[in-house]
């Protein structure tokens, strides 16, 4: 989490939609009891300030798909970090073995092994800095691994063309426990100069988090929204749990790589490629590398920040029950007759 782009300094001036979200930005309802970063309410969803002014429009305007991207796409704290490096390892393994010492992902935080739509948009200073990511885009080779933190209905239309739009992988994880990673990672990550983030309490987090107004949220209509469409359109769009993933690691790691076009061989199992994967991205590895132990991501976000527990349930260790009773009915509510359910309401 970085300073934000000064006022005014990312006009988007396009035809394309949501093209006059940086002139309108100023008018929407805005939240600042959230610590990092002001969010404003855009399309149904609060989103921080700068990737309704920036990322969006300029996603919209710019993003040319390729039908063999791999968007991973996540609300935020919901297992993102895991499935990129996950998918980077899967995608690349003929050029970098899992085993190799060398392998990037050993030197390499999960972030800056992935192009970071709307996140990288929403750090760039001005202008220029915009138009520089979005012509990297471009010139990246196929198969490109990008990824997002943008809803489902915020995505550009192109994403979704049957011809030409791409893959899209995402993970969903409990609400009350990724309302629990949030909290620690918005007062870990944050940079000195927001001051306010160390006394953010659990009790303003929670607040926050039932009424959507948190970065990307309501989580619970960022989760609905991703799948439904993965149920309308399954060959194009997966829908993964956190906690299935910790649960069957190898077994989901393969469905991941059929649904990338890069399937595991039989000799390839044998051989050990998919438990090799599957050790070299745990969170016990990762986070005892030591390039997640200190220094920063290329958006200058505190690599260790990244990684935590890792756990299903820790939630109960910091909300009472009436908490925990208060935000279910809420997502349930919310859910109620889509036919999606989270495993812990089910
Ligand atoms: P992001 O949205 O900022 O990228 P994201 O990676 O989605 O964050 O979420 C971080 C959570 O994933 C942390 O959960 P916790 O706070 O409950 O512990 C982090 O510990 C967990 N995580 C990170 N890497 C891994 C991994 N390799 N395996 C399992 N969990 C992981």
């Given at each position: 989490m970085e300073d934000a782009p000064q006022e005014g300094e990312a006009p988007v001036t396009t035809?394309?939609?949501?093209?006059n979200a940086a002139e309108i930005v100023a008018s929407l309802p805005l939240e600042?009891?959230?610590?990092a970063f002001p969010l404003r309410q855009y399309a149904g969803f609060w989103l921080a300030e700068t990737t309704v002014k920036a990322a969006v429009p300029l996603l919209h305007a710019r993003l040319q798909p390729r039908p063999d991207d791999v968007l991973i796409a996540s609300f935020p704290k919901s297992g993102t970090t895991w499935l990129i490096a996950l998918a980077f390892a899967a995608l690349n393994r003929s050029e970098h073995?899992?085993?190799?010492?060398?392998?990037p992902l050993r030197h390499c935080n999960?972030?800056?092994?992935?192009?970071f739509l709307d996140t990288e948009l929403a750090f760039a200073k001005n202008t220029a800095d915009m138009d520089t990511l979005m012509d990297e885009l471009e010139a990246l080779p196929s198969p490109r691994l990008l990824a997002t933190h943008l809803p489902h209905s915020l995505l550009p239309e192109r994403v979704m063309d049957e011809s030409f739009g791409c893959r899209i992988v995402y993970i969903c994880r409990d609400p009350k426990d990724a309302l629990v990673s949030l909290w620690h990672f918005t007062k870990k990550a944050a940079p000195a100069a927001v001051v306010d983030a160390q006394s953010f309490t659990f009790q303003e987090m929670f607040e926050l988090f039932c009424e959507g107004?948190?970065?990307?949220?309501p989580q619970w209509h960022h989760v609905l929204q991703y799948w439904q469409e993965s149920v309308r359109r399954p060959d194009k769009v997966m829908f993964l749990r956190y906690e299935e993933m910790l649960r069957e690691p190898e077994r989901n790691l393969k469905k991941l790589a059929k649904f990338m076009g890069c399937e595991f061989s039989d000799e390839e199992e044998e051989a050990g490629v998919v438990r090799a994967i599957v050790e070299l991205c745990s969170l016990e590895k990762m986070k005892n590398m030591e390039v997640n132990r200190s220094g920063s991501t290329k958006?200058?976000?505190?690599?260790?920040?990244?990684?935590?527990?890792?756990?299903?349930?820790?939630w109960s260790r910091h909300m009472t029950p009436e908490m925990a009773q208060k935000l279910d009915k809420i997502v349930r509510d919310a859910v109620d007759g889509s036919g999606f359910t989270f495993a812990s309401l089910a």
């Open positions: 035809t394309a939609p949501h093209a600042t009891r959230y610590p073995s899992p085993l190799a010492g060398d392998h999960p972030h800056d092994c992935v192009r107004r948190c970065p990307n949220g958006l200058g976000v505190k690599s260790e920040s990244y990684f935590r527990k890792g756990v299903v349930g820790d």
